[in-house]
């Protein structure tokens, strides 16, 4: 269940509260409670406005999770990593250690792979490494591939500076033994221009 509140967006929300504000404003008007016809009426306007500004506008693909980081952000990231440069200016990987950072994935209908959907936690770890920020989420890469050497990977192959690379591990909090998705690693292959 919360992965689905963190998938449902503004204006699937904003479209359930008109759908409310519909059936109370017309329930007042057939009982002809004429004292609450202006709060009914003000509410849907408010909804049935906020409904179309979000549609319109580039906010109607954020997420509840999208918001909730923006209202309540986290306190200040720790990263924990160490650089490894397989080939000097072609293979750069950020390796992180025990406190890994937790990242946020939504399991896909089949229950089999799991997706990065939400790119808010992504961006903001890129933005700590000094990367260039992710514009979309990417399936698991064992779904594109069919490999089960690919499970736990996603790959970014328009990203600027060449291919971006993601592999995720289980991690576990030793105080509540609660076990949880996080980031075990960035690697970027750069691309050359001739």
């Not at 998938?7 to 329930?27: E, H, K, P, R, Y």
């Not at 009914?40 to 906020?50: H, I, Q, T």
């Not at 923006?70 to 072609?90: H, Q, R, S, V």
């Amino acid at each position: 269940m919360p992965g689905l509140l963190a998938q449902l967006t503004l204006v699937n929300i904003l479209s359930v509260l008109l759908l409310i504000a519909s059936v109370w404003l017309l329930v007042i008007i057939i009982k002809k409670r004429t004292g609450y016809i202006f709060r009914a009426m003000m509410f849907f306007l408010f909804v049935l406005l906020a409904l179309i500004y979000f549609q319109q506008s580039d906010a109607k693909k954020y997420t509840l999770s999208d918001v909730r980081y923006a209202l309540f952000p986290k306190k200040g990231l720790t990263l924990n990593y160490y650089i490894d440069e397989d080939a000097p200016g072609e293979i750069v990987q950020y390796i992180f250690e025990d406190p890994k950072p937790r990242i946020p994935l939504s399991m896909d209908a089949n229950g089999k792979y799991f997706h990065i959907t939400n790119i808010t936690v992504i961006n903001e770890i890129l933005d700590r490494l000094q990367l260039p920020r992710i514009k979309k989420g990417a399936k698991e890469l064992a779904l594109i591939t069919g490999s089960s050497s690919h499970v736990d990977l996603y790959r970014w192959d328009d990203y600027p500076l060449g291919v971006l690379i993601i592999e995720r591990t289980l991690c576990r909090n030793k105080d509540t033994l609660a076990t949880f998705n996080c980031l075990a690693s960035v690697t970027v292959k750069r691309k050359f221009r001739n």
